[in-house]
């Protein structure tokens, strides 16, 4: 099993980024996916979560209406779409089916 985060970067407020998480050992299909993050000195919490076939989303209250959740079940993979960067989305992004040990994340920096 391997959940593998990347896309992050350092972004202006106001920016985008788009992160993807890539799948293997598992079937990939069958599991709805999640992004976390964990910002310095804080908890980690959850951003978004898209189910097997799409057809529900959800979305952490700060980050609605500017980040989307997307998934490519022909390649293992899930997007996190993010628009209008604020400082305090910056945090290591991270994707987990629930349960599973945490990657390495992605870190994503919203500074000027």
């Known amino acids: 099993l391997q959940l593998v985060e990347s896309g992050g970067g350092l972004v202006q407020p106001g920016g985008s980024l788009r992160l993807s998480c890539s799948a293997s050992g598992f079937s990939f299909a069958a599991y709805n996916i999640a992004w976390f993050r964990q910002a310095p000195g804080k908890e980690r919490e959850g951003v978004s979560c898209i189910s097997t076939s799409e057809d529900s989303t959800y979305y952490g209250d700060s980050v609605k209406g500017r980040f989307t959740i997307s998934r490519d079940n022909d390649k293992n993979t899930v997007y996190l779409q993010m628009v209008s960067l604020k400082p305090e989305d910056t945090a290591v992004y991270y994707c987990?089916?629930?349960?599973?040990?945490w990657g390495q994340g992605t870190q994503v920096t919203v500074s000027s």
């Open positions: 987990n089916r629930g349960g599973d040990s």
